[in-house]
């Protein structure tokens, strides 16, 4: 699930989620033609154990997408309309698509490059993510940490939690979202079930 809360993006995972979306990262990662839309909307409700405030919070769908395919948010209401039931597919990210710390993790942050940092934007009900190549496999290799991380962490440290922040590239440069928060929070629940 992923939550609007007002002022951060808050999306709760656990293992298979998170392997879930690491694959939609390397998709993003390896496919500058297209959108990665993840449902994460319809029909569901949030994992036990969150609070009500964030249940009263407005729940987003995903779309990952490199800026050389050039769609803009605002005609996702349009696409997502004609949309059918899709039909499923099997796709295998390697574990090496993600690069492991000090390989090139944060490279982007350490150049200044904000070429390869992450945009955000809101358009329909979605939070688009839009970034580079490098920007995915970057930013994807920390979600990938949480499949491999998260649930090693959760046995031995009861009570804590794993947990990626991603940033929206303006945010680092004093420049805001206009439309919707600029900062998303993954963490990792270990146990917590999609009811």
């Given at each position: 699930m992923l939550y609007d809360n007002g002022w951060s993006l808050d999306m709760y995972?656990?293992?298979?989620?998170?392997?879930?979306?690491?694959?939609?990262?390397?998709?993003?990662?390896?496919?500058?033609?297209?959108?990665?839309?993840?449902?994460?909307?319809a029909g569901r409700e949030g994992p036990a154990g969150i609070g009500e405030w964030q249940r009263s919070s407005v729940v987003l769908d995903l779309v990952l997408v490199q800026p050389a395919l050039g769609f803009p948010p605002s005609r996702w209401k349009a696409v997502r309309g004609r949309l059918g039931a899709g039909r499923p597919h099997t796709m295998e990210i390697p574990a090496t698509d993600f690069?492991?710390?000090?390989?090139?993790?944060d490279r982007p942050a350490r150049?200044?490059?904000?070429?390869?940092?992450?945009?955000?934007g809101h358009a329909a009900g979605t939070l688009f993510l839009t970034g580079t190549a490098t920007a995915f496999r970057?930013?994807?290799?920390?979600?990938?940490?949480?499949?491999?991380?998260?649930?090693?962490?959760?046995?031995?440290?009861?009570?804590t939690h794993e947990c990626v922040t991603l940033e929206h590239d303006?945010?680092?440069h004093g420049r805001p979202l206009r439309h919707g928060p600029g900062m998303m929070h993954i963490e990792y629940a270990h146990g917590w079930k999609v009811a």
């Amino acid at each position: 699930m992923l939550y609007d809360n007002g002022w951060s993006l808050d999306m709760y995972v656990d293992r298979q989620a998170a392997e879930s979306l690491a694959v939609a990262w390397g998709l993003a990662a390896r496919s500058r033609r297209s959108l990665v839309h993840v449902p994460l909307k319809a029909g569901r409700e949030g994992p036990a154990g969150i609070g009500e405030w964030q249940r009263s919070s407005v729940v987003l769908d995903l779309v990952l997408v490199q800026p050389a395919l050039g769609f803009p948010p605002s005609r996702w209401k349009a696409v997502r309309g004609r949309l059918g039931a899709g039909r499923p597919h099997t796709m295998e990210i390697p574990a090496t698509d993600f690069p492991r710390g000090g390989e090139d993790d944060d490279r982007p942050a350490r150049r200044g490059n904000r070429r390869d940092e992450l945009r955000f934007g809101h358009a329909a009900g979605t939070l688009f993510l839009t970034g580079t190549a490098t920007a995915f496999r970057s930013t994807g290799a920390l979600v990938h940490a949480l499949v491999t991380d998260g649930p090693a962490r959760a046995l031995d440290y009861p009570g804590t939690h794993e947990c990626v922040t991603l940033e929206h590239d303006g945010a680092r440069h004093g420049r805001p979202l206009r439309h919707g928060p600029g900062m998303m929070h993954i963490e990792y629940a270990h146990g917590w079930k999609v009811a």
